[in-house]
């Protein structure tokens, strides 16, 4: 189809941005819950952890692949520990 001054192109496959899972155990803290997201680097899972609990938990993958787990701290820092687990 086209429209006035439009030329439509075959597209090309864009690259999928990586998948990442937050992925959250249950404790007195929270429910336990699995959070997807698509994003450009693991840094976007930052500010989907804005409502959770201070001392709460939360492992993040990058598709079968574990970057460490996360921790908030009593001041409501997130700490991450990138050691293997």
Do not use: C, S
């Amino acid at each position: 189809m086209m429209h006035a001054g439009w030329v439509l192109y075959p597209t090309q496959k864009m690259p999928m941005m990586p998948q990442y899972v937050l992925e959250f155990d249950d404790d007195d803290l929270g429910q336990p819950k699995r959070v997807e997201f698509g994003a450009e680097n693991p840094a976007a899972a930052l500010p989907l952890l804005k409502g959770e609990n201070k001392f709460r938990q939360v492992k993040l993958w990058e598709g079968d692949r574990l970057l460490g787990e996360l921790m908030r701290d009593g001041r409501g820092v997130w700490h991450l520990n990138d050691d293997p687990i």
